[in-house]
Each structure stands twice: as structure tokens, then as C-alpha cells.
């Protein structure tokens, strides 16, 4: 039953660990939800008036082999 109350993405992977017990269900999305909090992206918050951005990051550009080259 708990299982079931858990977001999707965790579900998911606590299925796939196949634990046997409640407590190493308790154990596995400990470690799955700070797995998912270590890969999100860096957020800024404006304590101010609440709002959230994401960084600005430098877009990716494609360059020719000549400017490889240079």
C-alpha cells in the first residue's frame, strides 16, 4: 500500500529493486528521492516576492572543422 502513495518515477524504481521488506522500502526511496534531488538542475530563489529561475546557461554552438581547426 505504500508503494502505491509514492510518485510514479519512484514507484518505478523501487519495483525494479524488488525489496522484501517495509523497512527496506522505507531504505530504497531514501535513496532514490536523494539521487533525484542531487541530478535537478540548480534553481535561484527570490526570497523576496517567491519566485523561482533556473540559471542562465551558455547555449551550445556547432563549429566547422575550419574553425576547429584555428
Known sequence: MFI???????????????PDSLEKVFRLVRKIE?????????????HKDGSVA???????TRMTP????E
Request: zero cysteines; a neutral charge.
Open 66 to 69: 575550419q574553425q576547429l581547426e
Open 4 to 18: 502505491g502513495t509514492l510518485k510514479d518515477d519512484i514507484q518505478h524504481e523501487v519495483h525494479l529493486w524488488e
Open 54 to 60: 533556473t540559471p542562465n546557461l551558455p547555449q551550445r
Open 34 to 46: 536523494s539521487k533525484i534531488m542531487a541530478t535537478r538542475k540548480p534553481t535561484t530563489h527570490n
